[in-house]
């Protein structure tokens, strides 16, 4: 069974600090998708990983995936409070591409 | 609006009811999925579905709980003789036709969901 396993399932910071959210798995995934969810919406995709190795940046975001593709991180430089929200990461199952999901890092950015 | 686009955004069921849910994906898009949310918890996978064809529906209750994508019209999630149990955020996403023999390469898009409340 594919697993992945977030962490810190919560994160309380002040404005301006640096943050890192892990996604672990013992599968390998194909490719990893990070998603960010705000109350009352729908999950929305930051950016999806396919290479082992690769990085990823999207403004104050980095986001990596391991050599064996088997976990990823994604890192905030910066946080402003506006990165508030529910941090999702994903990858598709071997056989039928469904998602599963990790349980998801709750962050919040305080003023 | 070329998204994925759900409706009802909130339902509200009494017990022995029965919900439906209704996803249109985007526009271009023939592969949908539906995936169940408890409160800050990650999604759970329940069905995936092409027109007319119900590819993985392991992740669904085998009672109560049926999924269809017609070949006109919306997907749909039904659920009958609703229990307090079935209250939950219900979300649907769509994807594009994956490269040939390349399973799961194709992000999918999600709506912003149905709140089902069961009273």
């Known amino acids: 069974t594919q697993l992945l396993e977030q962490s810190p399932q919560f994160l309380s910071i002040q404005e301006g600090e640096n943050l890192t959210v892990y996604c672990n798995s013992s599968?390998?995934?194909?490719?990893l998708q990070w998603y960010r969810q705000e109350p009352g919406e729908g999950p929305v995709l930051l950016v999806t990983?396919?290479?082992?190795?690769e990085v990823k940046k999207l403004k104050r975001l980095t986001f990596q995936f391991g050599d064996a593709r088997k976990d990823s991180s994604l890192h905030i430089t910066a946080a402003q409070p506006g990165d508030t929200g529910l941090y999702l990461c994903?990858?598709?199952?071997?056989?039928?591409?469904?998602?599963?999901f990790g349980q998801g890092t709750t962050l919040q950015v305080k003023p | 609006n070329a998204g994925v686009m759900q409706n009802p955004r909130h339902l509200v069921r009494r017990r022995g009811q029965e919900a439906r849910l209704r996803c249109s994906p985007m526009?271009?898009?023939?592969?949908v999925y539906w995936y169940r949310q408890l409160p800050e918890e990650g999604l759970k996978f329940m069905v995936y579905?092409?027109?007319?064809?119900?590819?993985?529906e392991s992740g669904m209750p085998k009672e109560r709980f049926s999924a269809e994508f017609p070949k006109e019209g919306p997907s749909i999630l039904r659920i009958q003789q609703v229990v307090r149990g079935d209250s939950a955020a219900y979300f649907c996403?769509?994807?594009?036709?994956?490269?040939?023999?390349?399973?799961?390469?194709?992000?999918?898009?999600f709506g912003d969901g149905t709140r089902l409340s069961i009273l």
């Open positions: 526009k271009g898009h023939s592969h």
């Open positions: 599968s390998v995934f194909s490719s």
């Open positions: 996403a769509s994807s594009p036709i994956s490269r040939a023999g390349v399973i799961g390469n194709q992000p999918q898009h």
């Open positions: 579905l092409q027109k007319e064809n119900i590819i993985d």
């Open positions: 994903a990858g598709p199952s071997s056989n039928t591409g469904k998602l599963i």
């Open positions: 990983v396919v290479t082992g190795g």
